[in-house]
């Protein structure tokens, strides 16, 4: 399976060059986070990625909690997409929103059904742009706020970090918190398809 690894600006100054000479074929790349905030180390992640010959993806930590809230979040990624250029042939990974349990730490949670929802109108809108559209989420959330088993046609990417991944629908395994590559300690994943990210 071949590894990867994503990041966000809290990894710093990454080493590109050293992570693909180290065998890391992948990366997901944080853009942002919110409805407004573009992560600081975004284009240069994204450029020192491209020019070490990496495949692509990026990711959205999302905050939504109602539909509206996700379109704004939804529209600004999108934004940021358009304006460094990068257009669906370059992340072949895809563009995946991040719905997690410190989405809503000390905030209101969504009501029942609202994630699910939320994560299909995100995966209809980003494909509907041309991107193959995802959703970042553990394990167990995949299985109930999420419902993997509807989203046949986009990518699941599963944080499970155990000995195996029990998502029968995921398409990439986060499967540590702990992989080190290039002097630094990143979140490993593995592409579970042989051929992903060259459709």
């Not at 986070?33 to 240069?44: P, T």
């Not at 995921?170 to 051929?195: C, M, P, R, S």
Request: proline share 2%; aromatic share 14%; glycine share 12%.
């Amino acid at each position: 399976m071949t590894t990867g690894i994503d990041v966000s600006e809290h990894n710093g100054e990454i080493d590109w060059k050293r992570i693909a000479e180290e065998g890391i074929g992948f990366a997901i790349i944080r853009a942002g986070y919110g409805s407004a905030y573009l992560d600081s180390r975004f284009y240069e992640n994204v450029n020192g990625a491209h020019d070490a010959g990496l495949k692509l993806g990026v990711y959205h930590f999302g905050y939504a909690r109602h539909g509206g809230e996700l379109d704004v979040e939804k529209d600004f990624l999108l934004s940021i997409l358009k304006d460094c250029g990068l257009m669906p042939k370059h992340l072949p990974l895809g563009v995946f929103w991040d719905v997690e349990e410190d989405s809503y730490r000390g905030r209101e949670f969504p009501r029942p059904g609202v994630i699910n929802r939320m994560c299909h109108a995100f995966c209809e809108g980003t494909a509907a742009a041309g991107y193959r559209a995802g959703i970042y989420a553990s394990a167990s959330w995949l299985s109930s706020h999420i419902r993997a088993a509807e989203f046949a046609g986009h990518t699941l990417w599963a944080a499970q970090w155990w000995k195996k991944c029990t998502v029968k629908e995921a398409g990439i395994w986060q499967f540590t918190d702990h992989l080190e590559a290039a002097g630094k300690v990143f979140d490993g994943n593995y592409l579970l398809e042989k051929d992903y990210g060259d459709k």
